[in-house]
C-alpha cells in the first residue's frame, strides 16, 4: 500500500521540477526535459507514490544538467550544521519540560521541515528558527503519543525510518529520550542507501553523531518502498515491534500496509492538507490503523 499520486500530484511535480529545470540552462534544453519527465508518468506502475519518481527524476538532471547524483550535498552539509550548532540548546529546551519524550518529539517533527525537494530548494532556516521557539506550543494527537508509549514502554525492537539530512539530528534528541525512558528498548536508524535529494544518507547519521545502530534501506528511492528494500531493512522491519516513520516521504510510501507504525511528519502537499484535514505544515504524529 501507499499513497497513489493523483492529478494533483502529477500537476506539482511536473511544475516543480520544469522550475528547477528553468534555472538550470535554456528554455529548448528545459522542454526536452520536460517531454522526458512526462514519460516516467506514463512508466509508473499503476499506484506509485510520488518518491518512486525520484531517483528517475535525478537521472534527468543528471542527463540534461550534468548534475550528480548527490546535488543537495551543499544543502545537506548545511542542515547538519544548522542543528549541530542548537543541539545543546535544543536538549537544554527538552530537558525544561515536564514531558521530556514528547518535547523531543515535538522538535522531532519540526525538523521534518528540512525538506530541499518538496520545498522548492526554498528551506529557510530563519522560518525553522522561529517555528523552534514555538515548538512546545504544538499539539499533537494524545491518543496516538499515549498508545506510543504504552507500546513503546512493552517492546523490545524500534526501527527508526530516518527522512532528511539535517532532520536525522532532531531525531537523534528523541530517540536519545525514548532510550532514557524506555531502556529496554533496542532503536536501530534506517537511512537511505544512497544520494535520494536530500535525504539522509549513513553519512549523515556519523556526522550528526547518531549513537545507535545505523543500517541503511538498500535503495536511493525518497521513501520506504517495501517491494525495493536491503535485507537488511528488510529484515528490520519484519523484526521491529514498532516502526517510527519520519517525513511525508515514507507516508506516502508506507501509509496503509498494516504494519505496527507510528508516523510523524508536517504536512507539505494538497494530497495531505486533504487526506488528513489539516493546512500545510502542521505537525502531524499518526498511528497506522489496520
Known amino acids: 500500500m501507499s499513497v497513489a499520486m493523483d492529478a494533483r500530484c502529477f500537476a506539482c511535480h511536473l511544475n516543480r521540477n520544469i522550475n528547477a529545470a528553468l534555472k538550470l540552462g535554456d528554455e529548448a534544453t528545459a522542454t526536452a526535459f520536460a517531454k522526458e519527465l ?12 510520488s518518491p518512486w519518481l525520484g531517483l528517475d527524476t535525478a537521472a534527468l538532471f543528471g542527463k540534461y544538467y550534468g548534475l550528480p547524483e548527490d546535488r543537495y550535498a551543499k544543502e545537506k552539509a548545511f542542515s547538519n550544521r544548522f542543528v549541530l550548532e542548537r543541539m545543546d540548546a535544543l536538549r537544554q529546551r527538552v530537558e525544561n519540560q515536564e514531558d521530556r519524550l514528547l518535547a523531543a518529539l515535538k522538535l522531532a517533527i519540526l525538523g521534518n521541515y528540512i525538506d530541499f525537494a518538496a520545498l522548492q530548494g526554498q528551506v529557510d532556516f530563519n ?12 499539539q499533537l494527537d494524545g491518543e496516538a503519543y499515549e498508545a506510543f508509549c504504552r507500546e513503546a514502554s512493552q517492546a523490545k ?17 528523541f530517540a536519545e529520550e525514548l532510550h532514557a525512558a524506555y531502556p529496554q528498548l533496542e532503536i536501530t536508524f534506517c ?16 556526522e550528526v553523531g547518531i549513537p545507535f545502530p545505523v543500517i541503511d534501506n538498500g535503495n536511493r528511492i525518497a521513501g520506504t518502498e517495501l517491494s525495493l528494500l536491503g535485507e537488511d531493512a528488510r529484515q528490520a522491519m519484519e523484526q521491529a515491534d514498532i516502526i517510527l516513520s519520519k517525513g511525508q516521504g515514507n507516508a506516502e510510501t508506507l501509509l496503509g500496509c498494516g504494519k505496527n507504525i ?16 489539516k493546512p500545510k505544515f502542521t505537525p502531524m504524529f499518526v498511528k497506522e490503523r489496520k
Do not use: H
Open 262 to 277: 507510528y508516523y510523524a511528519f508536517l504536512v507539505k502537499c494538497p494530497l495531505f492538507e486533504e487526506r488528513f484535514q
Open 157 to 173: 525492537r524500534l526501527l527508526y525510518l530516518t527522512d532528511n539530512a539535517g532532520e536525522i539530528g532532531f531525531d537523534r534528541i
Open 38 to 49: 512526462m514519460g516516467l508518468y506514463l512508466s509508473a506502475p499503476q499506484g506509485a507514490s
Open 191 to 206: 537511512v537511505r542507501g544512497g544520494p535520494a535529494a536530500n535525504d539522509a544518507t549513513r553519512a549523515d547519521a556519523a
Open 127 to 138: 522560518y525553522l528558527d522561529s517555528l523552534l521557539e514555538k515548538a512546545m506550543e504544538i
